[in-house]
């Protein structure tokens, strides 16, 4: 069975309704009828908060409330958490309608990271909080290792710009676009600096575009 290997990558048992639950996007069930995992989701982000509030508390006496929230906040974010579920090859066990299917959406961060939160949900409801702890340790804490990474995750719009500066080149601006009706509306944007265009990036909002335009803008600088 397919989801055996993703059981294996999580190193624990879980009950495979709530799995399969976990893994079923919106799209897969408006389009199919049953449920979806946005109540999973909403579970397990509360469990992450908890964990790695807890833990930054715990480990770094020494940071202010300020920094703590900021290194929270890159820990938690879509693109850290999506980071974590490409290792795990989370997306190509995703359920997804046609649409997210034609658009790439077995990778989209947004998707990946809240399929990482449901499962972390069905950890929660297959096992208690002990497991689901063990799970933000094995898979979530190692991004603490990386303090680089974790304030890119956090703002990569300033971390984008800041780059730009250190290497003399024109302060980032984004071109956007959109389309669909106003209640359904998906907006394109492209990252510019002077006249090269760096990276670019959709959601559901403008500024969800430009994030992730800025985040495939550091993505394509570092590879470069």
């Known amino acids: 069975m397919e989801l055996d290997k993703l059981h294996a990558r999580l190193g624990v048992e879980i009950d495979p309704k709530l799995l399969k639950l976990a893994l079923t996007h919106s799209s897969f069930s408006y389009e199919n009828g049953g449920e979806n995992n946005e109540r999973l989701e909403f579970l397990g982000d509360s469990i992450l908060g908890y964990v790695v509030t807890s833990h930054l508390y715990s480990s770094f006496s020494d940071l202010n409330e ?7 906040n890159g820990v938690v974010s879509a693109q850290a958490l999506a980071t974590v579920s490409q290792r795990l090859d989370i997306g190509r066990y995703l359920f997804l309608g046609k649409g997210e299917e034609q658009t790439d959406g077995r990778k989209k961060p947004n998707l990946l990271a809240d399929a990482f939160e449901a499962i972390l949900g069905a ?9 689901a702890t063990k799970m933000v340790q094995d898979f979530i804490f190692p991004l603490l290792e990386d303090p680089d990474a974790i304030r890119e995750a956090s703002d990569p719009k300033t971390t984008l710009n800041e780059k730009l500066m250190a290497l003399d080149m024109p302060t980032v601006f984004y071109e956007i676009e959109f389309e669909g009706p106003d209640h359904q509306r998906v907006f394109y944007a492209k990252a510019i600096s002077g006249d090269e265009v760096l990276g670019s990036g959709e ?3 403008r500024r969800s ?16």
């Open 209 to 224: 575009a430009e994030t992730e335009a800025a985040i495939d803008s550091l993505r394509n600088m570092a590879n470069a």
């Open 123 to 131: 950890v929660y409801l297959s096992n208690g909080i002990e497991a």
């Open 66 to 72: 300020g920094e703590l929230t900021k290194i929270k």
């Open 203 to 205: 959601g559901l909002t």
